[in-house]
Protein backbone atom coordinates (compact mmCIF):
# COMPACT_ATOMS: atom_id res chain seq x y z
CA UNK A 1 0.00 0.00 0.00
CA UNK A 2 1.37 3.59 -0.99
CA UNK A 3 1.60 6.28 1.95
CA UNK A 4 2.05 10.31 1.42
CA UNK A 5 5.60 11.03 2.08
CA UNK A 6 4.17 13.58 4.65
CA UNK A 7 3.30 10.17 6.49
CA UNK A 8 6.16 8.19 5.78
CA UNK A 9 7.87 11.55 7.66
CA UNK A 10 5.90 10.93 10.52
CA UNK A 11 6.36 7.30 10.62
CA UNK A 12 10.04 7.90 10.72
CA UNK A 13 10.02 10.16 13.46
CA UNK A 14 7.45 8.31 15.40
CA UNK A 15 9.93 4.89 14.99
CA UNK A 16 12.58 7.09 17.35
CA UNK A 17 10.02 8.21 19.67
CA UNK A 18 7.67 5.42 20.37
CA UNK A 19 6.25 5.02 24.50
CA UNK A 20 4.22 2.01 25.35
CA UNK A 21 1.99 4.21 27.94
CA UNK A 22 0.51 3.17 30.92
CA UNK A 23 -3.21 2.62 31.25
CA UNK A 24 -4.57 3.23 34.76
CA UNK A 25 -7.36 2.24 36.83
CA UNK A 26 -11.22 3.48 35.30
CA UNK A 27 -11.74 4.35 39.09
CA UNK A 28 -9.23 7.90 38.34
CA UNK A 29 -12.03 10.21 37.82
CA UNK A 30 -12.05 13.60 35.42
CA UNK A 31 -15.25 15.48 35.55
CA UNK A 32 -16.16 19.46 34.65
CA UNK A 33 -18.05 21.79 35.73
CA UNK A 34 -20.83 23.06 34.77
CA UNK A 35 -22.14 19.52 33.84
CA UNK A 36 -23.54 20.70 30.62
CA UNK A 37 -20.94 23.12 29.68
CA UNK A 38 -21.41 24.83 26.07
CA UNK A 39 -18.82 26.01 23.93
CA UNK A 40 -17.64 29.24 24.74
CA UNK A 41 -18.00 28.82 28.34
CA UNK A 42 -15.20 29.11 31.48
CA UNK A 43 -15.43 25.98 32.92
CA UNK A 44 -13.45 24.36 35.87
CA UNK A 45 -12.11 20.14 35.61
CA UNK A 46 -11.61 18.12 38.94
CA UNK A 47 -9.05 15.43 39.03
CA UNK A 48 -9.33 12.42 41.29
CA UNK A 49 -6.67 9.43 40.54
CA UNK A 50 -7.44 6.31 41.40
CA UNK A 51 -3.47 5.69 42.20
CA UNK A 52 -3.37 6.71 46.30
CA UNK A 53 0.83 7.44 45.60
CA UNK A 54 -0.05 10.38 43.44
CA UNK A 55 -1.62 11.80 46.60
CA UNK A 56 1.24 13.84 47.87
CA UNK A 57 1.73 15.75 44.20
CA UNK A 58 0.68 19.17 43.95
CA UNK A 59 -0.12 19.36 40.20
CA UNK A 60 -0.83 17.36 37.12
CA UNK A 61 -0.53 18.63 33.27
CA UNK A 62 -3.92 18.27 31.69
CA UNK A 63 -4.23 18.27 27.91
CA UNK A 64 -7.31 19.02 26.30
CA UNK A 65 -8.51 18.26 22.95
CA UNK A 66 -11.55 20.57 21.39
CA UNK A 67 -12.89 18.76 18.11
CA UNK A 68 -15.10 19.91 15.62
CA UNK A 69 -15.29 18.93 11.81
CA UNK A 70 -11.26 19.19 11.70
CA UNK A 71 -8.61 18.16 13.59
CA UNK A 72 -8.50 18.94 16.90
CA UNK A 73 -6.63 21.68 18.94
CA UNK A 74 -5.07 21.14 22.21
CA UNK A 75 -4.45 23.18 25.19
CA UNK A 76 -2.72 22.59 28.49
CA UNK A 77 -4.66 23.06 31.54
CA UNK A 78 -2.93 22.88 34.83
CA UNK A 79 -4.28 20.63 37.55
CA UNK A 80 -3.44 22.22 41.08
CA UNK A 81 -4.26 20.90 44.51
CA UNK A 82 -7.23 21.64 46.05
CA UNK A 83 -8.61 19.70 48.91
CA UNK A 84 -8.26 16.45 47.84
CA UNK A 85 -8.98 16.42 44.36
CA UNK A 86 -7.10 18.93 41.42
CA UNK A 87 -8.71 21.31 39.50
CA UNK A 88 -8.34 23.75 37.00
CA UNK A 89 -10.04 26.11 34.37
CA UNK A 90 -10.13 25.92 30.79
CA UNK A 91 -12.27 27.96 27.88
CA UNK A 92 -13.65 26.20 25.21
CA UNK A 93 -13.53 27.53 22.20
CA UNK A 94 -16.92 28.86 20.91
CA UNK A 95 -16.47 26.68 17.57
CA UNK A 96 -15.91 22.99 19.44
CA UNK A 97 -18.14 19.81 19.58
CA UNK A 98 -16.89 18.30 22.17
CA UNK A 99 -13.67 17.58 24.12
CA UNK A 100 -11.66 14.47 24.87
CA UNK A 101 -9.15 14.78 27.70
CA UNK A 102 -5.93 13.33 29.02
CA UNK A 103 -3.58 13.39 32.35
CA UNK A 104 0.19 13.24 32.14
CA UNK A 105 1.44 11.72 34.97
CA UNK A 106 5.15 11.18 33.81
CA UNK A 107 7.18 11.69 31.00
CA UNK A 108 6.38 8.34 30.43
CA UNK A 109 2.51 7.44 31.45
CA UNK A 110 -0.54 8.89 31.13
CA UNK A 111 -3.86 8.24 32.31
CA UNK A 112 -5.93 7.99 29.50
CA UNK A 113 -9.32 6.09 30.83
CA UNK A 114 -8.14 3.15 30.01
CA UNK A 115 -7.47 3.95 26.26
CA UNK A 116 -11.16 5.35 26.29
CA UNK A 117 -10.65 8.46 26.56
CA UNK A 118 -12.01 11.21 29.02
CA UNK A 119 -14.81 12.29 26.36
CA UNK A 120 -17.24 15.07 26.86
CA UNK A 121 -20.03 16.85 25.25
CA UNK A 122 -20.86 20.18 24.99
CA UNK A 123 -24.35 21.38 25.31
CA UNK A 124 -26.45 24.23 23.02
CA UNK A 125 -28.70 26.68 24.87
CA UNK A 126 -31.23 24.67 25.36
CA UNK A 127 -29.45 21.99 26.85
CA UNK A 128 -29.27 19.59 24.04
CA UNK A 129 -25.90 17.87 22.66
CA UNK A 130 -24.32 20.16 20.27
CA UNK A 131 -25.01 18.86 16.66
CA UNK A 132 -21.92 17.33 15.23
CA UNK A 133 -20.66 15.81 18.66
CA UNK A 134 -20.78 12.28 17.62
CA UNK A 135 -19.42 13.21 13.98
CA UNK A 136 -16.92 14.70 15.62
CA UNK A 137 -15.93 12.12 18.02
CA UNK A 138 -16.46 9.63 15.26
CA UNK A 139 -12.92 11.20 13.79
CA UNK A 140 -10.95 10.55 16.89
CA UNK A 141 -11.74 7.03 16.15
CA UNK A 142 -10.59 7.24 12.68
CA UNK A 143 -7.53 8.77 12.74
CA UNK A 144 -6.00 11.20 15.46
CA UNK A 145 -7.38 9.42 18.65
CA UNK A 146 -4.47 7.85 19.52
CA UNK A 147 -3.43 10.90 20.74
CA UNK A 148 -5.81 10.19 23.62
CA UNK A 149 -4.77 7.09 23.81
CA UNK A 150 -8.37 5.55 21.98
CA UNK A 151 -7.40 3.03 18.91
CA UNK A 152 -8.82 3.00 15.62
CA UNK A 153 -12.41 1.50 15.41
CA UNK A 154 -14.28 2.52 12.33
CA UNK A 155 -17.53 0.58 12.81
CA UNK A 156 -17.89 2.76 15.73
CA UNK A 157 -16.98 5.97 13.90
CA UNK A 158 -19.53 4.67 11.25
CA UNK A 159 -22.38 4.02 14.02
CA UNK A 160 -21.64 7.15 15.82
CA UNK A 161 -21.47 9.39 12.07
CA UNK A 162 -24.99 7.92 11.35
CA UNK A 163 -26.28 8.30 14.38
CA UNK A 164 -25.79 12.24 14.47
CA UNK A 165 -27.11 12.33 10.93
CA UNK A 166 -30.14 10.71 11.80
CA UNK A 167 -30.90 13.50 14.76
CA UNK A 168 -29.53 16.28 12.78
CA UNK A 169 -29.14 16.14 9.08
CA UNK A 170 -28.21 19.36 8.48
CA UNK A 171 -24.58 18.60 9.49
CA UNK A 172 -24.35 16.27 7.08
CA UNK A 173 -22.40 18.77 4.74
CA UNK A 174 -19.70 19.13 7.26
CA UNK A 175 -18.67 15.65 7.55
CA UNK A 176 -19.31 14.56 3.89
CA UNK A 177 -15.41 13.59 3.13
CA UNK A 178 -15.08 11.61 6.64
CA UNK A 179 -18.43 9.47 5.84
CA UNK A 180 -18.02 8.88 2.40
CA UNK A 181 -14.70 7.66 3.35
CA UNK A 182 -16.39 5.24 6.40
CA UNK A 183 -18.28 3.56 3.81
CA UNK A 184 -15.91 3.25 1.29
CA UNK A 185 -13.25 1.69 3.89
CA UNK A 186 -16.15 -0.61 6.13
CA UNK A 187 -18.39 -1.51 3.61
CA UNK A 188 -21.33 -2.02 5.46
CA UNK A 189 -24.45 -3.97 3.42
CA UNK A 190 -25.47 -1.46 0.94
CA UNK A 191 -22.91 0.94 0.80
CA UNK A 192 -22.47 1.76 -2.05
CA UNK A 193 -26.27 2.90 -3.00
CA UNK A 194 -25.34 4.85 0.33
CA UNK A 195 -22.67 6.74 -1.27
CA UNK A 196 -24.60 7.30 -3.96
CA UNK A 197 -27.68 8.47 -2.33
CA UNK A 198 -25.78 10.79 0.36
CA UNK A 199 -23.99 12.25 -2.77
CA UNK A 200 -27.97 12.99 -4.55
CA UNK A 201 -28.91 14.36 -1.24
CA UNK A 202 -25.98 16.94 0.29
CA UNK A 203 -25.23 17.62 -3.41
CA UNK A 204 -28.93 19.90 -3.70
CA UNK A 205 -28.09 21.78 0.02
CA UNK A 206 -27.29 25.19 -0.51
CA UNK A 207 -24.09 27.24 0.55
CA UNK A 208 -21.94 24.25 0.18
CA UNK A 209 -18.59 25.37 1.32
CA UNK A 210 -15.10 24.36 -1.38
CA UNK A 211 -14.02 21.55 0.87
CA UNK A 212 -17.28 20.05 0.46
CA UNK A 213 -17.79 20.85 -3.16
CA UNK A 214 -14.40 19.19 -3.76
CA UNK A 215 -15.52 16.11 -2.13
CA UNK A 216 -18.80 15.72 -4.18
CA UNK A 217 -16.87 16.21 -6.96
CA UNK A 218 -14.32 13.98 -6.86
CA UNK A 219 -16.66 10.85 -5.99
CA UNK A 220 -19.49 12.24 -8.68
CA UNK A 221 -16.13 11.91 -10.96
CA UNK A 222 -14.97 8.19 -9.62
CA UNK A 223 -18.53 7.37 -10.30
CA UNK A 224 -18.45 8.83 -13.67
CA UNK A 225 -21.60 11.38 -13.47
CA UNK A 226 -20.32 13.77 -15.45
CA UNK A 227 -23.35 16.19 -15.51
CA UNK A 228 -23.19 16.29 -11.64
CA UNK A 229 -19.36 16.82 -11.46
CA UNK A 230 -19.62 19.96 -13.96
CA UNK A 231 -22.61 20.99 -12.35
CA UNK A 232 -20.40 21.46 -8.59
CA UNK A 233 -17.69 22.76 -10.60
CA UNK A 234 -19.78 25.63 -11.68
CA UNK A 235 -20.86 26.62 -8.17
CA UNK A 236 -17.06 26.52 -7.71
CA UNK A 237 -16.75 29.12 -9.83
CA UNK A 238 -18.09 31.69 -7.82
CA UNK A 239 -14.37 31.47 -5.61
CA UNK A 240 -11.68 31.15 -8.21
CA UNK A 241 -9.19 31.29 -5.19
CA UNK A 242 -10.95 29.09 -3.14
CA UNK A 243 -9.88 25.32 -1.90
CA UNK A 244 -11.94 23.84 -4.66
CA UNK A 245 -9.18 25.20 -7.22
CA UNK A 246 -6.42 25.08 -5.22
CA UNK A 247 -6.86 21.14 -4.91
CA UNK A 248 -7.64 20.72 -8.52
CA UNK A 249 -4.00 22.88 -9.14
CA UNK A 250 -2.70 19.81 -7.16
CA UNK A 251 -3.75 17.26 -8.43
CA UNK A 252 -2.86 18.41 -11.77
CA UNK A 253 0.41 18.67 -10.25
CA UNK A 254 0.42 15.30 -8.92
CA UNK A 255 -0.49 13.30 -12.08
CA UNK A 256 2.65 15.65 -13.80
CA UNK A 257 5.75 13.08 -13.82
CA UNK A 258 8.05 15.58 -15.56
CA UNK A 259 10.22 16.88 -12.66
CA UNK A 260 10.52 20.56 -14.78
CA UNK A 261 6.92 20.33 -15.78
CA UNK A 262 5.78 19.85 -12.00
CA UNK A 263 8.29 22.45 -10.58
CA UNK A 264 6.67 25.24 -13.09
CA UNK A 265 3.27 24.76 -12.37
CA UNK A 266 4.82 24.97 -8.43
CA UNK A 267 5.72 28.66 -9.75
CA UNK A 268 2.76 28.97 -10.81
CA UNK A 269 0.47 27.53 -7.64
CA UNK A 270 2.31 30.29 -5.58
CA UNK A 271 1.55 33.32 -7.91
CA UNK A 272 -1.93 32.13 -8.06
CA UNK A 273 -2.65 30.69 -4.57
CA UNK A 274 0.30 32.51 -2.33
CA UNK A 275 -1.20 32.00 1.26
CA UNK A 276 -2.75 28.31 0.20
CA UNK A 277 -2.23 25.73 3.27
CA UNK A 278 -0.75 23.15 0.32
CA UNK A 279 2.46 24.83 -0.68
CA UNK A 280 3.99 23.11 2.20
CA UNK A 281 2.83 19.27 0.99
CA UNK A 282 3.50 20.28 -2.92
CA UNK A 283 7.45 21.35 -1.56
CA UNK A 284 7.27 17.56 0.23
CA UNK A 285 6.21 16.27 -3.18
CA UNK A 286 8.93 17.77 -5.04
CA UNK A 287 11.50 17.31 -3.21
CA UNK A 288 10.61 13.58 -3.12
CA UNK A 289 10.73 13.51 -6.32
CA UNK A 290 14.04 14.83 -6.02
CA UNK A 291 15.43 12.17 -3.47
CA UNK A 292 14.10 9.51 -6.31
CA UNK A 293 15.76 10.63 -8.55
CA UNK A 294 19.09 11.29 -6.36
CA UNK A 295 19.42 15.20 -7.79
CA UNK A 296 20.19 15.90 -3.87
CA UNK A 297 22.24 19.32 -4.83
CA UNK A 298 19.49 20.31 -6.56
CA UNK A 299 16.81 19.17 -3.51
CA UNK A 300 19.42 21.64 -1.07
CA UNK A 301 18.98 24.11 -3.22
CA UNK A 302 15.28 23.56 -3.99
CA UNK A 303 14.85 23.43 0.10
CA UNK A 304 16.86 26.74 0.42
CA UNK A 305 14.88 28.64 -1.92
CA UNK A 306 11.64 27.41 -0.17
CA UNK A 307 12.74 27.56 3.31
CA UNK A 308 9.94 29.15 5.30
CA UNK A 309 7.84 26.05 4.24
CA UNK A 310 10.33 23.64 4.52
CA UNK A 311 10.09 20.97 7.07
CA UNK A 312 13.78 20.18 8.37
CA UNK A 313 13.38 16.31 7.75
CA UNK A 314 13.51 17.08 4.64
CA UNK A 315 17.49 17.87 5.17
CA UNK A 316 18.37 14.88 7.01
CA UNK A 317 17.22 13.32 4.17
CA UNK A 318 19.33 14.94 1.50
CA UNK A 319 22.41 13.81 4.43
CA UNK A 320 21.48 10.32 4.70
CA UNK A 321 21.11 9.71 1.08
CA UNK A 322 24.83 11.58 0.47
CA UNK A 323 26.41 10.06 3.45
CA UNK A 324 25.96 6.51 1.29
CA UNK A 325 27.65 8.16 -2.09
CA UNK A 326 31.28 8.10 -1.95
CA UNK A 327 32.19 12.03 -2.12
CA UNK A 328 29.22 13.40 -1.06
CA UNK A 329 29.77 13.91 2.83
CA UNK A 330 30.47 17.61 2.55
CA UNK A 331 27.23 17.63 0.37
CA UNK A 332 25.88 15.68 3.88
CA UNK A 333 27.37 17.54 6.78
CA UNK A 334 26.14 20.94 4.92
CA UNK A 335 22.50 19.68 3.91
CA UNK A 336 22.72 18.49 8.41
CA UNK A 337 23.49 22.27 9.19
CA UNK A 338 21.22 23.58 7.23
CA UNK A 339 18.56 21.53 8.83
CA UNK A 340 20.02 22.15 12.53
CA UNK A 341 19.49 25.96 11.88
CA UNK A 342 16.14 25.24 10.44
CA UNK A 343 14.81 23.39 13.30
CA UNK A 344 16.10 25.98 15.61
CA UNK A 345 14.60 28.98 13.61
CA UNK A 346 11.38 26.61 13.90
CA UNK A 347 11.37 25.96 17.78
CA UNK A 348 11.96 29.83 18.31
CA UNK A 349 8.59 29.79 17.18
CA UNK A 350 6.31 26.83 17.73
CA UNK A 351 3.18 28.82 17.37
CA UNK A 352 3.67 29.12 13.30
CA UNK A 353 5.15 25.55 13.26
CA UNK A 354 3.65 23.26 15.29
CA UNK A 355 0.57 21.21 14.02
CA UNK A 356 -2.61 22.23 16.24
CA UNK A 357 -3.07 18.75 17.87
CA UNK A 358 0.29 19.37 19.74
CA UNK A 359 1.27 21.77 22.79
CA UNK A 360 4.06 23.59 22.29
CA UNK A 361 5.73 21.90 25.34
CA UNK A 362 4.85 18.79 23.66
CA UNK A 363 6.38 19.61 19.82
CA UNK A 364 9.30 20.92 21.36
CA UNK A 365 10.30 17.74 23.10
CA UNK A 366 9.38 15.81 19.88
CA UNK A 367 11.62 18.03 18.00
CA UNK A 368 14.47 18.92 20.58
CA UNK A 369 14.99 14.72 21.68
CA UNK A 370 13.85 13.12 18.21
CA UNK A 371 14.68 15.15 15.25
CA UNK A 372 17.87 17.15 16.69
CA UNK A 373 19.61 13.78 17.80
CA UNK A 374 18.89 12.54 14.27
CA UNK A 375 20.93 15.11 12.45
CA UNK A 376 23.81 15.38 15.44
CA UNK A 377 24.29 11.47 15.66
CA UNK A 378 24.42 11.42 11.25
CA UNK A 379 26.53 14.25 11.95
CA UNK A 380 28.85 12.97 14.49
CA UNK A 381 28.90 9.42 12.33
CA UNK A 382 29.93 11.48 8.97
CA UNK A 383 32.89 12.81 11.19
CA UNK A 384 33.64 9.30 12.53
CA UNK A 385 34.40 8.62 9.02
CA UNK A 386 36.92 11.52 8.39
CA UNK A 387 38.52 9.94 11.53
CA UNK A 388 37.90 13.63 13.28
CA UNK A 389 37.43 11.46 16.36
CA UNK A 390 37.26 14.74 19.01
CA UNK A 391 34.89 16.60 17.18
CA UNK A 392 32.87 13.70 16.46
CA UNK A 393 32.59 12.91 20.15
CA UNK A 394 31.74 16.53 20.68
CA UNK A 395 28.80 16.46 18.12
CA UNK A 396 27.43 12.98 19.78
CA UNK A 397 28.07 14.38 22.97
CA UNK A 398 25.10 16.61 21.84
CA UNK A 399 23.01 13.75 20.44
CA UNK A 400 23.37 11.94 23.73
CA UNK A 401 22.17 14.43 25.51
CA UNK A 402 19.39 15.50 23.30
CA UNK A 403 17.85 12.04 23.11
CA UNK A 404 18.81 11.57 27.15
CA UNK A 405 20.51 8.78 26.76
CA UNK A 406 17.74 6.14 25.56
CA UNK A 407 18.46 5.64 21.95
CA UNK A 408 21.60 2.67 21.94
CA UNK A 409 22.89 3.60 18.20
CA UNK A 410 23.74 6.74 19.80
CA UNK A 411 25.75 5.71 22.40
CA UNK A 412 27.23 3.31 20.26
CA UNK A 413 28.58 5.88 18.30
CA UNK A 414 28.88 8.18 20.94
CA UNK A 415 31.24 5.53 23.02
CA UNK A 416 33.34 4.59 20.11
CA UNK A 417 34.84 8.56 19.28
CA UNK A 418 35.18 8.27 23.05
CA UNK A 419 36.89 5.37 22.87
CA UNK A 420 39.28 6.34 19.79
CA UNK A 421 39.77 9.35 21.70
CA UNK A 422 40.81 6.90 24.77
CA UNK A 423 38.36 8.42 27.11
CA UNK A 424 37.68 5.45 28.47
CA UNK A 425 36.52 6.51 31.70
CA UNK A 426 33.64 8.71 29.98
CA UNK A 427 32.80 5.77 27.67
CA UNK A 428 32.71 4.17 30.49
CA UNK A 429 30.06 6.06 32.24
CA UNK A 430 27.85 6.74 29.16
CA UNK A 431 27.96 2.73 28.39
CA UNK A 432 27.27 1.93 32.06
CA UNK A 433 24.08 4.23 31.76
CA UNK A 434 22.70 2.73 28.69
CA UNK A 435 23.19 -1.11 29.70
CA UNK A 436 21.40 -0.22 33.12
CA UNK A 437 18.63 1.14 31.06
CA UNK A 438 18.34 -2.42 29.73
CA UNK A 439 20.19 -2.00 26.49
CA UNK A 440 22.50 -5.11 27.26
CA UNK A 441 22.62 -6.20 23.65
CA UNK A 442 26.51 -7.83 22.54
CA UNK A 443 27.47 -4.57 21.15
CA UNK A 444 26.89 -2.48 24.32
CA UNK A 445 28.86 -5.00 26.17
CA UNK A 446 31.69 -5.47 24.12
CA UNK A 447 32.21 -1.62 24.17
CA UNK A 448 31.70 -1.30 27.79
CA UNK A 449 34.44 -4.52 28.31
CA UNK A 450 36.81 -2.14 26.02
CA UNK A 451 35.95 0.67 28.24
CA UNK A 452 36.26 -1.13 31.37
CA UNK A 453 39.41 -2.50 30.53
CA UNK A 454 40.98 1.15 29.62
CA UNK A 455 40.04 2.55 33.29
CA UNK A 456 40.97 -0.32 34.92
CA UNK A 457 44.21 -0.88 33.21
CA UNK A 458 43.23 -5.15 32.26
CA UNK A 459 39.85 -7.00 32.32
CA UNK A 460 40.44 -8.30 35.89
CA UNK A 461 37.25 -8.18 37.86
CA UNK A 462 35.40 -8.16 34.69
CA UNK A 463 33.18 -11.08 34.58
CA UNK A 464 31.53 -10.16 38.49
CA UNK A 465 30.80 -6.12 36.90
CA UNK A 466 29.28 -7.21 34.12
CA UNK A 467 26.89 -9.52 36.26
CA UNK A 468 26.21 -6.53 38.08
CA UNK A 469 25.34 -4.44 35.33
CA UNK A 470 23.12 -7.49 33.96
CA UNK A 471 21.26 -7.21 37.17
CA UNK A 472 20.80 -3.35 37.55
CA UNK A 473 19.00 -3.80 33.78
CA UNK A 474 16.45 -6.44 35.17
CA UNK A 475 15.84 -4.65 38.21
CA UNK A 476 15.00 -1.37 36.02
CA UNK A 477 13.17 -2.88 33.71
CA UNK A 478 11.31 -5.29 36.13
CA UNK A 479 10.07 -1.93 37.83
CA UNK A 480 9.43 0.20 34.47
CA UNK A 481 7.21 -2.97 33.48
CA UNK A 482 5.64 -3.43 37.01
CA UNK A 483 4.14 0.43 36.11
CA UNK A 484 2.53 -0.35 32.96
CA UNK A 485 0.41 -3.39 33.54
CA UNK A 486 -3.14 -3.48 33.10
CA UNK A 487 -5.60 -5.94 33.45
CA UNK A 488 -8.20 -6.32 31.14
CA UNK A 489 -10.45 -9.51 29.74
CA UNK A 490 -8.69 -10.90 26.58
CA UNK A 491 -11.26 -11.27 24.05
CA UNK A 492 -12.15 -14.66 22.77
CA UNK A 493 -11.69 -15.77 19.83
CA UNK A 494 -11.75 -18.87 17.30
CA UNK A 495 -9.09 -18.62 14.30
CA UNK A 496 -7.83 -21.27 11.92
CA UNK A 497 -4.17 -21.65 11.68
CA UNK A 498 -2.37 -22.60 8.28
CA UNK A 499 -3.46 -25.76 8.28
CA UNK A 500 -7.20 -25.13 8.05
CA UNK A 501 -7.81 -26.67 12.13
CA UNK A 502 -10.56 -24.12 14.02
CA UNK A 503 -7.66 -22.76 16.92
CA UNK A 504 -9.87 -20.90 20.19
CA UNK A 505 -7.74 -18.41 22.70
CA UNK A 506 -9.76 -20.63 25.41
CA UNK A 507 -7.49 -23.49 24.25
CA UNK A 508 -4.89 -21.89 25.94
CA UNK A 509 -6.63 -21.42 29.32
CA UNK A 510 -4.30 -21.88 32.23
CA UNK A 511 -1.17 -20.67 30.23
CA UNK A 512 0.59 -17.36 29.77
CA UNK A 513 -0.30 -16.58 25.91
CA UNK A 514 2.00 -14.21 24.06
CA UNK A 515 -0.54 -12.61 21.30
CA UNK A 516 1.40 -11.06 18.77
CA UNK A 517 -0.65 -9.27 15.58
CA UNK A 518 1.53 -9.01 12.76
CA UNK A 519 1.82 -9.02 8.58
CA UNK A 520 4.11 -9.97 6.05
CA UNK A 521 4.39 -6.64 4.82
CA UNK A 522 5.01 -5.07 8.15
CA UNK A 523 9.17 -3.90 8.53
CA UNK A 524 8.44 -3.38 12.39
CA UNK A 525 7.24 -6.86 12.32
CA UNK A 526 10.07 -8.87 10.16
CA UNK A 527 12.56 -6.57 12.20
CA UNK A 528 11.28 -8.36 15.61
CA UNK A 529 11.12 -11.60 14.58
CA UNK A 530 14.57 -12.88 14.99
CA UNK A 531 13.67 -12.02 18.82
CA UNK A 532 10.75 -13.59 18.64
CA UNK A 533 12.13 -16.67 17.23
CA UNK A 534 14.27 -16.69 20.05
CA UNK A 535 11.91 -16.28 22.54
CA UNK A 536 9.56 -19.21 21.13
CA UNK A 537 12.80 -21.62 21.11
CA UNK A 538 13.39 -20.48 24.27
CA UNK A 539 10.23 -21.38 25.76
CA UNK A 540 8.95 -24.16 23.67
CA UNK A 541 9.68 -27.05 26.15
CA UNK A 542 7.62 -24.90 28.52
CA UNK A 543 4.05 -25.58 28.36
CA UNK A 544 2.61 -23.37 30.48
CA UNK A 545 3.93 -20.76 27.70
CA UNK A 546 2.10 -20.65 24.26
CA UNK A 547 3.10 -18.07 21.50
CA UNK A 548 0.24 -17.24 18.91
CA UNK A 549 0.85 -14.86 15.74
CA UNK A 550 -2.12 -13.89 14.35
CA UNK A 551 -1.83 -12.86 10.78
CA UNK A 552 -4.09 -9.44 9.75
CA UNK A 553 -4.40 -6.77 7.37
CA UNK A 554 -2.59 -9.24 4.74
CA UNK A 555 -4.06 -7.90 1.77
CA UNK A 556 -3.47 -10.58 -1.03
CA UNK A 557 -5.98 -13.18 -2.21
CA UNK A 558 -3.81 -16.28 -1.56
CA UNK A 559 -2.36 -14.88 1.91
CA UNK A 560 -2.63 -18.67 3.67
CA UNK A 561 -0.07 -19.30 0.69
CA UNK A 562 1.52 -15.79 1.18
CA UNK A 563 1.94 -16.69 5.18
CA UNK A 564 3.43 -20.62 4.09
CA UNK A 565 6.08 -19.33 1.74
CA UNK A 566 7.57 -16.21 4.25
CA UNK A 567 7.66 -18.74 7.20
CA UNK A 568 9.35 -21.68 5.05
CA UNK A 569 11.83 -19.06 3.61
CA UNK A 570 12.68 -17.25 7.12
CA UNK A 571 12.85 -20.26 9.27
CA UNK A 572 10.01 -18.96 11.70
CA UNK A 573 8.59 -21.82 13.84
CA UNK A 574 5.82 -20.15 14.76
CA UNK A 575 2.37 -21.35 15.71
CA UNK A 576 0.47 -18.79 13.23
CA UNK A 577 -3.51 -18.19 12.84
CA UNK A 578 -5.00 -16.56 10.10
CA UNK A 579 -7.33 -13.35 10.95
CA UNK A 580 -8.21 -13.55 7.37
CA UNK A 581 -11.18 -10.92 7.39
CA UNK A 582 -9.75 -8.45 10.45
CA UNK A 583 -12.12 -9.57 12.68
CA UNK A 584 -9.65 -10.12 15.72
CA UNK A 585 -7.12 -7.16 14.96
CA UNK A 586 -10.62 -4.86 15.76
CA UNK A 587 -11.65 -6.99 18.82
CA UNK A 588 -8.28 -6.59 20.32
CA UNK A 589 -8.60 -2.68 19.16
CA UNK A 590 -5.46 -2.87 17.35
CA UNK A 591 -4.63 0.36 15.37
CA UNK A 592 -0.84 -0.61 14.35
CA UNK A 593 1.06 -3.84 13.64
CA UNK A 594 3.42 -5.18 15.52
CA UNK A 595 1.26 -5.06 18.81
CA UNK A 596 1.52 -7.46 21.38
CA UNK A 597 -0.51 -8.87 23.93
CA UNK A 598 0.70 -10.91 27.41
CA UNK A 599 -2.22 -12.87 28.71
CA UNK A 600 -1.93 -14.49 32.01
CA UNK A 601 -3.27 -17.99 33.07
CA UNK A 602 -6.70 -16.72 34.40
CA UNK A 603 -7.26 -15.08 30.82
CA UNK A 604 -6.45 -11.44 31.99
CA UNK A 605 -4.46 -9.10 29.63
CA UNK A 606 -1.73 -7.67 31.77
CA UNK A 607 0.67 -6.09 28.71
CA UNK A 608 -0.19 -4.32 25.73
CA UNK A 609 2.98 -3.58 23.07
CA UNK A 610 2.85 -0.94 20.09
CA UNK A 611 5.85 -1.86 17.64
CA UNK A 612 9.49 -2.60 17.70
CA UNK A 613 11.92 -0.36 19.32
CA UNK A 614 14.76 -1.48 17.15
CA UNK A 615 16.49 -3.52 19.97
CA UNK A 616 16.10 -7.73 19.59
CA UNK A 617 17.96 -8.20 23.29
CA UNK A 618 15.51 -5.39 24.61
CA UNK A 619 12.88 -6.82 23.62
CA UNK A 620 13.47 -10.48 24.44
CA UNK A 621 14.64 -9.53 27.97
CA UNK A 622 11.17 -7.47 28.26
CA UNK A 623 9.19 -10.55 27.13
CA UNK A 624 10.78 -12.85 29.57
CA UNK A 625 10.10 -10.22 32.09
CA UNK A 626 6.30 -9.78 31.01
CA UNK A 627 5.98 -13.51 31.35
CA UNK A 628 7.21 -13.61 34.78
CA UNK A 629 4.84 -10.88 36.00
CA UNK A 630 1.96 -12.32 34.22
CA UNK A 631 2.59 -15.48 36.28
CA UNK A 632 2.96 -13.28 39.24
CA UNK A 633 6.50 -14.23 39.61
Known amino acids: MKKSFSKIVLAVLLAFSLVVCSQKSSSSELTFSPEKAKPGETITFSYLPADKNLSSRDKFNLYVYSFSRELPEVKLVELKKSGKKWVGTYVVDKKAYGLIAKIKLDKDNEDTNQGKGYIFALYSPDGKIVPGYKAGLALAYTSWGQLVGINQDLNEALKLTEEDFQTNPQIKKEFVNSYLR ?106 QNLFEEKKLEEAANFLDENRPNVQPYYFYVIASQANQNEGQSDLALKAIDSGLSLLAEQLKNPDKFKPAYYTAEEWREEMESNLQPMFLSLKGNLLMKKRQFEEAAGVLNQAYEASQGGQPA ?45 VQGSEEGWDKYQKEIEKAA ?51 CLSSFPGMKQLVEEYQKDPSVAFIFVNTWQEEANKDQVVKD ?43 VVGFEGSTEKMVNEVKLMIELARGN
Open 182 to 287: LLQNVKPEGWDKKIQSFLDEVSTQADLDDSTLTTLYRFYAQVGNQEKAMALLQQAQRNPKGEFFQIQAVMQLQSTQDLKQRLELFQKFKADFPDSKYIDSIIGMIA
Open 410 to 454: ITVAYSQALLQSKKYAQAKTVLEATAKKGYTGQQIMDLLKQAYAG
Open 474 to 524: TDFLKAELTKQMISLPAPSFELKDLEGKPVKLADYSGKVVILDFWATWCGP
Open 566 to 608: FLAKNQYPFNVLIDGENKVVSQYNVSGIPTKFIIDPKGKIKFK
